[in-house]
């Protein structure tokens, strides 16, 4: 894993950079030649050209779970969440993680500490099953064009190395356990279990049984102190 002066960046495998082009035929080894950088006010311009015009989807701008419910519907028009999210950046707090393949970002990962999400804090299902402090990834976005070759998995092992860089010592998740085959992407943006497995998280709570709670403990020994107290 090679560390680059000034921002914490962590690749699947070191690799010369590479120009990225979207119609060019992609296999899962393309993965190795991503890099994984959290978004600061130097690579703004990369999210926002990720996201493009849609925020996303629907001028979410990954504020869903972060805003007020009425702020975030509020902030679908004008620009408001991606101005609110642009806020929460230049004030220098974490927000995710984008994945860069050549000088281009192809997707993105929510990342900040689970006090930040207003949305899981308030939520019934999925309560703190402790108190240790946890890092969320409520949500994932792939550019169409890099979807299904197997971009979600290197995110998420991208997202344990940077935990490990920066004393993070659990991840926790919340996956959708599909029902079907195929399913539209837009309802799979807070992740698919089965990826989530892949990279090593495991379930740790199902009072969602189709939106299971899942870990990925970077510290064991948190780990060994949770079982214990169970």
Known sequence: ????????????????????????????DFTR???????????WDKFVDLFGEKGACGNCWCMYYRAKKTDFVKGKIKNGNRDAM????????PVGLLAIYGHKAI?????????DFLKLESSRVHKRIDQNPVW???CTFIHKDYRRHGVSVALLKGAIEY??????????????????????????WVGIQKSFARAGFEI????????????????KRVKKSAKRDS
């Open 204 to 219: 740790v709570d199902t009072t969602s049984r189709s939106r299971p709670m899942m870990r990925y403990y970077v510290d």
């Open 107 to 115: 997707a993105w990962l929510a990342l900040a500490p689970r006090e």
């Open 33 to 43: 030649h991503l890099f994984f950088e959290p978004v600061t006010k130097g690579n």
């Open 136 to 138: 969320a990834i409520p």
């Open 86 to 93: 642009k806020k929460i950046v230049w004030s220098g707090r």
């Open 163 to 188: 935990a490990k860089s920066v004393g993070i010592k659990i991840l926790e998740a919340y996956p959708v356990i599909p029902t079907q085959k195929k399913w539209p992407d837009s309802f799979l």
């Open 1 to 28: 894993m090679r560390k680059r002066k000034g921002k914490a960046k962590h690749r699947a495998e070191p690799t010369e950079k590479k120009e990225c082009f979207a119609d060019q035929n992609l296999t899962e």
